[in-house]
């Protein structure tokens, strides 16, 4: 059996994310935001809260406010005292470890949200952009532009 196994829906989206520690199920608004993530039995895990296109909060067993950078990506997180709880201060192609303890408390804060459209999965240490782009297209795009050719 596969480590995690994905599912989309017609729009691209994923709506299930299904891994050795169980299944996590996706949840979206009209425009295509992710709203929530709950278990298969509905129990939920998260809950994000957003201002149009921005995200300025998630809730899972705490409120984290996420103030976000000039792409809507969040780069810190901060409880409701205003201490940082997250930080991610990373590179152009999102590739470095956010610190998930800046406060030195103890207690990580995870924030899935990357750059807009994009969702890190934990498990498989890497950043999947909402659709997933599969390994085998990436490298016929990357040939593509290497070539020359527009790549719609």
């Not at 009209?30 to 509905?42: C, D, F, K, P, R």
């Not at 470095?96 to 994009?118: K, M, S, Y």
């Not at 952009?129 to 050719?149: C, D, F, N, S």
């Amino acid at each position: 059996m596969p480590r995690h196994t994905f599912t989309y829906n017609t729009h691209g989206l994923r709506t299930t994310m299904v891994t050795p520690d169980g299944t996590t199920v996706f949840h979206y608004d009209l425009n295509g935001q992710l709203i929530a993530e709950t278990t298969e039995t509905g129990s939920l895990i998260r809950i994000y809260i957003w201002a149009e296109d921005i995200p300025i909060a998630q809730k899972d067993t705490a409120l984290t406010y996420l103030h976000v950078d000039h792409l809507n990506t969040p780069r810190v997180g901060t409880n409701t005292s205003g201490v940082i709880v997250w930080q991610w201060d990373s590179d152009v192609f999102g590739s470095t470890t956010p610190n998930e303890d800046p406060d030195g408390d103890g207690i990580a804060t995870h924030v899935n949200l990357r750059f807009p459209g994009q969702y890190y999965v934990r498990k498989r240490d890497f950043t999947i952009t909402i659709p997933e782009i599969t390994p085998q297209a990436l490298v016929v795009i990357l040939r593509l532009i290497l070539l020359g050719l527009k790549v719609d």
